[in-house]
């Protein structure tokens, strides 16, 4: 099995569902049960994606998008819980969100570089600007 807990990826992961697990704690009863659930159960999922994603060999572009999706899912249930007031204070949801956008720019570089490397990167999604066609 390949190693990931050197990856930065995986170090943010663990600290985002770590964050999480303690911010839960303090919501609400009426949003502890539901959207905190929520967020721990994505939280876990995008560290299980982290792990698949790396250990995979044939299909970790696939692996990677999956990872994309969840990251992107997180940061809504995270955007959800500022929305309804979820969170204890502002600060733990600044936390949690600035955990969740360095995840997502880190699992899209990871699946830019896959997909250069496949070759199917699409031109409009992070092509150098002045490349040529």
Do not use: T
């Amino acid at each position: 099995m390949a190693r990931y807990d050197h990856l930065p990826i995986w170090k943010d992961a663990v600290a985002l569902a770590v964050l999480l697990e303690e911010v839960v704690r303090r919501f609400s009863r009426y949003h502890k049960y539901a959207l905190g659930a929520d967020l721990r159960r994505q939280a876990y999922a995008v560290c299980h994606g982290v792990v698949v994603a790396n250990g995979e060999r044939d299909g970790r572009l696939a692996a990677v998008e999956r990872l994309v999706l969840a990251v992107e899912e997180l940061k809504l249930l995270i955007q959800m819980g500022k929305e309804v007031r979820a969170f204890a204070s502002f600060q733990e949801f600044e936390r949690a969100a600035e955990l969740a956008v360095a995840l997502s720019k880190q699992s899209g570089g990871w699946r830019r570089a896959l997909a250069e490397g496949a070759g199917v990167l699409k031109r409009s999604e992070g092509a150098p600007k002045g490349a040529a066609p």
